[in-house]
């Protein structure tokens, strides 16, 4: 089997205008960025249908370091769809450069269901993420002026400051820095650091914005930190939101490619799940749903992180009825849960299997607190073998839980279409079949242990003073009734990446509680997760390069 890279270089592509053709748009009513990519102006967006039509998230079981497949499996059931004569748009967030580098490589799916074209969505695309990362440094730069300002100082403590830079790349060492140092002239000492871009508020604003308006008014009231006489400082007090609304001005259209089988799909935004919201825009979801009969969308990572985020914050904010959901699992993810050491993953091993269904439970009783009866689909890999695939299908039949084997990465369109026909005669049969988990009226405490109790398994909750501390913070503020986008590692059901499977007894620890004032929740930072990644001891950086000819090499 050729590699990703080589399979997407090797496909045929039609040209930008003819894909939104499929979508019913006129070359006139898009904005194309050459051949192969296209925004979409937010006037395309239409509320009469967004009601009308289906809308089904992909999620997964606690996933290996590589991920489980969740974009693959999403462009090969959105292409099956289609091939089945529903009008489907696959709706997925934008890779960042960190991962793409870093360890799991792109995100554009995977062998022959990907979106293409492939080096150009891993890498810059429509230059959505330098958008938003010049837009969150510019509000830094400002408010670090103000500091050094003589005649319009606000009077901030430089030590309240909770704002730090961002840039998408995985760079540990910049994670704690301090700043301003070299004279009176180079501005204000103090301690700060940077984020990855994917962890931005304004990511987060983009993905849960409306327009251009509202886009404003949430970056007016991103939380800066308190004057000396502690008064609460907004970005809108620096008068930065115009300036800053102004560099998104095109980040904010949905961006526009096609799948391997030519079929539409829309990318737009890249929060990471693990320390964001994990879904892509409100505004590519409902510009899907208003250009199609059926939207297929992912939330990052498994359901106790991207889908709870997606259900509880996006679905909660854009009024959203999701109709379906489809649980990723994978033979080799069971293993690993079973036990099995990452290098021996490919090695028959049926009994590991059995013991690493209970992660696969766990899961499925996640989205059934959303009042969802899941479908299964298990993304098969080359080492699959039937006595494994038996095993899980045998507990599933005995659960009575729906399911597919997915096929899609060797097979495209023809390998998803059993699970094609299933997605779509549970999605008609759903009229009303969503319930948030929480109101977002319930205290933060309330809110973050119905999550921790009832999505991750704990037993109980515990402040740090720091987390204690936020929280009267919070309430002082009037923001103690946001709903919650908690941070933790992806690794684990809990917030101890060792604690693989089902684990049982633990307690989650939340570190501090960052506020999100502009983006509408707070963000429990739980364990030791930090929102921004280090690079693996050998990253993917080392195995990507170019020809003289612009050939890339080494993306996956």
């Not at 497949?69 to 289609?82: C, D, E, F, P, R």
């Amino acid at each position: 089997m050729n590699k990703d890279i080589d399979i997407a270089r090797q496909a045929k592509m039609l040209h930008i205008k003819d894909i939104a053709s499929k979508l019913g748009l006129d070359k006139n009513d898009i904005e194309m960025y050459g051949r192969y990519k296209a925004k979409l102006p937010l006037s395309l967006i239409d509320e009469k249908k967004i009601g009308k039509n289906k809308l089904i998230l992909v999620t997964a079981i606690t996933p290996t370091p590589a991920g489980e497949g969740k974009t693959t499996t999403s462009i090969g059931l959105a292409q099956a769809m289609n091939k089945l004569g529903h009008k489907t748009t696959v709706v997925l967030r934008e890779p960042s450069l960190g991962p793409v580098f870093g360890i799991k490589g792109g995100a554009a799916g995977g062998g022959y269901s990907q979106v293409i074209p492939m080096e150009d969505i891993n890498l810059h695309f429509t230059g959505d993420f330098a958008a938003i990362e010049k837009s969150h440094n510019l509000l830094s730069a400002l408010i670090d002026n103000n500091l050094q300002s003589k005649t319009r100082n606000l009077n901030l403590d430089p030590r309240s400051i909770k704002w730090k830079r961002v840039m998408d790349m995985n760079e540990r060492a910049l994670r704690n820095i301090v700043i301003g140092l070299g004279g009176q002239t180079q501005g204000v000492p103090r301690e700060t650091g940077f984020n990855i871009t994917a962890a931005s508020e304004i990511m987060a604003i983009l993905c849960l914005t409306k327009d251009i308006n509202d886009l404003k008014e949430k970056l007016g009231n991103i939380f800066i930190g308190y004057t000396y006489d502690k008064k609460p400082i907004y970005a809108k007090d620096l008068k930065a939101n115009g300036a800053m609304a102004v560099l998104l001005k095109d980040a904010i259209k949905p961006n526009l490619v096609q799948t391997l089988e030519n079929m539409p799909a829309i990318i737009h935004g890249g929060p990471f799940a693990n320390i964001a919201q994990g879904t892509n825009s409100l505004i590519a979801t409902k510009m899907g749903l208003s250009l199609s009969d059926f939207v297929v969308t992912e939330a990052g990572f498994a359901s106790e992180l991207g889908a709870e985020k997606f259900f509880n914050i996006k679905a909660q904010y854009g009024n959203l009825t999701p109709n379906a959901a489809v649980l990723v699992a994978t033979i080799r993810a069971l293993k690993y849960h079973g036990g099995v050491s990452l290098s021996d993953l490919e090695q028959n091993n049926p009994e590991a299997v059995k013991i690493g269904l209970a992660n696969l439970d766990k899961h499925i009783e996640n989205l059934e607190y959303f009042n969802f009866r899941p479908i299964v689909a298990i993304n098969k890999f080359s080492s699959d073998t039937d006595e494994e695939i038996a095993v899980i299908a045998q507990h599933l039949d005995k659960m009575e839980i729906r399911y597919a084997l997915n096929d899609s990465w060797a097979k495209g369109s023809e390998g998803a279409l059993d699970l094609a026909q299933i997605v779509v005669d549970t999605a008609n049969a759903c009229t009303a079949c969503f319930t948030p988990l929480y109101d977002f009226n319930w205290s933060i405490e309330k809110k973050i242990e119905t999550v921790a109790k009832k999505l991750y398994g704990a037993e109980a909750v515990e402040y740090s003073l720091k987390a204690r501390k936020d929280l009267r913070t919070i309430i002082n503020l009037g923001l103690d009734k946001l709903p919650i986008c908690i941070a933790k590692t992806q690794k684990s059901l809990s917030d101890k990446a060792s604690l693989i499977n089902r684990p049982t007894g633990f307690i989650v620890n939340i570190r501090e509680i960052e506020i999100a004032a502009g983006a509408g929740f707070v963000i429990p930072i739980a364990g030791d997760i930090m929102r921004m990644p280090g690079l693996p001891e050998i990253p993917s950086a080392e195995f990507i390069d170019i020809d003289n000819d612009g050939n890339i090499t080494g993306l996956s």
